[in-house]
């Protein structure tokens, strides 16, 4: 018998995936694509890694998985370094260059830090890829205004634009930072920076501005942030009668420690306060930089866009099918992932006849980015966008958020303040 009910069981099984077969090939005529990202999803970035990758599939899981008669694949690539828990060059090309050697890849999603974007944007244009970011915001990825010699065009080898970010660039989110420390009362501003591509860049802008304003800059100061003690600049900063620290960085480069720091010192509100850009809009940071800082520097952070709450339209509506969804709030750049694979999609969608007409992966991936580079009107979370001609979009949002005491074990949280022009 047990021969029989083997074969049995292997008839059975051999009809099952030829059922599915079937299946996949009625929903999918046109067979698969794949929809990269590349982000970290270590250490501090666990929370805001996976809640990017939730956005993503948000946005596959409306479409029913499907565009076009093509069924959508995801991989999650992450891009940070086993033995630092932080992002990686080696490892952004390394992953960079498995989806462009992917005959099914489409699209790639990323990256999450600004130096990582600097190192795939290219791989990924000479393979003529479409690269959407949910949270790169370094100026110098697409345009000239805040940018180093030569960029953008280092990153555009291919001569054409491929590089696209549903989100505003620290050019506007730096300067705005400095005209919010000018109306919060900021006589004298001691700027820090972690000495990174995204750090260093806003940091920058807000010191531009802040001159312009006529706000006194005592130093633009690059911190080792790999140090776990910043008192000798916190004593510094606390001699030069600087009554705000701006600081440009992320939640892994420093800030926990300036800001839980700045509180041991003495360099606490009414006397200094904090301000830094949206890098730091992270529920982590709170955790490791303490509540009590946060609360004690007045802590507060700008962010490229509306506040979840106050989304209306399509943002409201994505804001609430997150939460049903995963049961949780969105992390700071979960819906922008969501915003970034629906951009993928419908560019999927509208570049459908010249994909089935191209006679290769690379003319199918120069269909899907022409596509995409030519996104108007449309209708996202933050109301109605065009890209421009540098893959940016033409809007300027930008919101103001506060530290205050909240229920739950963290003890605080970030609150909406204020709408910033």
């Known amino acids: 018998m047990r021969p029989f009910r083997i074969a049995a069981v292997a008839v059975a099984l051999l009809s099952f995936v030829i059922g599915v077969s079937s299946a996949d090939a009625q929903q999918c005529p046109k067979g698969k694509l794949r929809l990269y990202t590349s982000w970290p999803m270590q250490g501090a970035m666990i929370p805001e890694g996976t809640g990017m990758k939730n956005g993503v599939d948000l946005a596959v899981s409306e479409a029913g998985g499907v565009v076009a008669g093509y069924c959508l694949e995801v ?19 390394e992953n960079a260059n498995k989806a462009v050697g992917d005959p099914l890849a489409i699209v790639y999603i990323g990256t999450y830090n600004s130096g990582a974007a600097k190192v795939s944007i290219p791989i990924n244009n000479r393979a003529h890829m479409a690269q959407i970011t949910p949270a790169n915001t370094y100026p110098g990825l697409t345009k000239k205004r805040g940018a180093a010699p030569g960029e953008p065009e280092i990153y555009r080898p291919g001569g054409f634009v491929n590089y696209f970010r549903p989100v505003p660039a620290d050019d506007i989110q730096g300067a705005v930072g400095a005209k919010w420390a000018k109306r919060l009362g900021a006589k004298k501003v001691y700027i820090l920076n972690d000495q990174e591509l ?5 940091a920058d802008v807000f010191e531009v501005m802040a001159k312009k304003l006529g706000l006194p800059v005592v130093a633009n100061e690059g ?17 030069s009668g600087a009554d705000l620290v701006y600081m440009g960085g992320v939640i892994e480069t420093g800030a926990q ?14 006397r200094v306060r904090f301000v830094g850009p949206d890098g730091l809009l992270e529920e ?19 962010f490229a866009g509306l506040p979840f709450e106050k989304m209306r339209g399509v943002g409201a509506k994505t804001y609430e099918t997150y939460k049903s969804k995963f049961g949780k709030e969105p992390t700071a750049y979960a819906l922008y992932a969501a915003e970034a694979g629906r ?14 007409k191209a006679k290769d ?11 995409i580079a030519a996104t108007k009107n449309f209708d996202g979370i933050n109301g109605k966008w065009n890209f421009d001609e540098n893959g940016d979009v033409d809007y300027d949002t930008m919101s103001g958020f506060k530290v205050v005491k909240a229920d739950g074990p963290i003890g605080c949280k970030f609150q909406f303040e204020t709408i910033l022009e």
Request: a positive charge; proline letters at 5%.
């Open 223 to 239: 911190i080792d942030w790999k140090q776990p003690d910043q008192k000798p600049v916190l004593t510094k900063i606390r001699a």
């Open 343 to 356: 951009v993928a999609i419908e560019g999927i969608r509208r570049a459908a006849p010249e994909i089935e």
């Open 257 to 270: 420690v300036v800001i839980r720091q700045m509180k041991e010192v003495g360099l606490v509100a009414p």
């Open 198 to 202: 995204y750090g260093k860049g806003i």
């Open 361 to 371: 992966v690379t003319e199918k991936r120069e269909a899907v980015r022409k596509a």
């Open 75 to 93: 991989v999650n690539l992450d891009d940070a370094s086993p033995q630092t828990g932080k992002w990686d060059g080696a490892v952004e090309a």
């Open 284 to 302: 982590e940071l709170l955790k490791g930089a303490t509540c009590d800082a946060a609360l004690a520097t007045e802590m507060r952070v700008t």
